[in-house]
């Protein structure tokens, strides 16, 4: 579908404008992890297709897309109810930097925040918790410590990232 809208797009522009992608595309804590963040390589795939069909011209100049850090993604590779998150995740990353190398951008927050409500599941934490929690946790001797721990102790301890700072 992504691919679908692209080449419409392309083929409707008369400018030379070009397109930068921003995808927050993703899932966690459902049966259908793997598939949901493993679809956002088959977008950056049709993005790709997509610079293609225009010649030597590249329409989408830019793909941005939320990845996560290390750290998470080692843990979630051991937790069995993240794999398919984490194998999803790293599918997506790994397409773009093959499809798009320097025009691509992973931007690996911890873990975001914002809004008004909290919740298990999905994790939210609204932006009244998320900025106390970063400021707290973001001091020198809390990261200090989580240097030193394993990524099962040292991730509750990263400090979260305000969804505008990400959109930013």
Do not use: W
């Amino acid at each position: 579908r992504f691919y679908q809208l692209m080449t419409t797009s392309i083929k409707d522009s008369d400018s030379a404008s070009k397109i930068a992608v921003i995808s927050a595309m993703g899932a966690i804590g459902t049966n259908e992890d793997k598939e949901v963040n493993s679809a956002l390589a088959r977008a950056i795939k049709g993005a790709h297709r997509a610079n293609g069909i225009n010649g030597d011209k590249d329409v989408v100049d830019r793909f941005v897309m939320i990845g996560n850090t290390k750290r998470v993604r080692r843990l979630a590779g051991k937790v069995s109810f993240l794999k398919g998150y984490a194998a999803g995740k790293e599918e997506a990353e790994s397409t773009l930097r093959e499809c798009f190398g320097s025009q691509g951008c992973i931007i690996k927050p911890s873990f975001i925040y914002g809004g008004d409500h909290f919740s298990l599941q999905p994790p939210r934490l609204p932006t009244s918790l998320g900025g106390v929690a970063s400021e707290i946790l973001g001091l020198y001797p809390i990261q200090a410590l989580a240097d030193e721990l394993p990524d099962a102790l040292a991730l509750p301890l990263a400090p979260p990232v305000s969804v505008e700072t990400v959109a930013s």
